[in-house]
Nanobody, 122 residues
Framework: EVQLVQSGGGSVQAGGSLRLSCAVSRSTDRSYVMGWFRQAPGKEREKVALIERDGTPIYEDSVKARFTISQDNAKNTLYLQMNALKPEDTAMYYC????????????????WGQGTQVTVSS
């Protein structure tokens, strides 16, 4: 069992930065693939970034060179550093975890955080 508790987010002007955090608690020592997703009003949820068990990041083209996914294993925390934010980045952001990289890559992870709003104004 995995629990994901998110923090961070908020409102910022275009060009600004925000950092999202996701505290991970789990009942086993199994290693999970982690990721960030987002859903804008009226749109489908989309994958933003994943981080594989070996730490390799995978980014969607829309956020490459602007967002950085990372994890601090000592703190059991996943991060998403978002720079050069654009109004189109406005969405509810969710962290996610799954044992299967395929399931999380397909947008069907087993575990989800509660979501945090990011609003970017022009």
């Amino acid at each position: 069992e995995v629990q994901l508790v998110q923090s961070g987010g908020g409102s910022v002007q275009a060009g600004g930065s925000l950092r999202l955090s996701c505290a991970v608690s789990r009942s086993t020592d199994r290693s999970y693939v982690m990721g960030w997703f987002r859903q804008a009003p009226g749109k489908e949820r989309e994958k933003v970034a994943l981080i594989e068990r070996d730490g390799t990041p995978i980014y969607e083209d829309s956020v490459k060179a602007r967002f950085t996914i990372s994890q601090d294993n000592a703190k059991n925390t996943l991060y998403l550093q978002m720079n050069a934010l654009k109004p189109e980045d406005t969405a509810m952001y969710y962290c996610a975890a799954d044992l299967s990289i395929l399931d999380i890559f397909l947008g069907k992870p087993k575990y989800w955080g509660q979501g945090t709003q990011v609003t970017v104004s022009s």
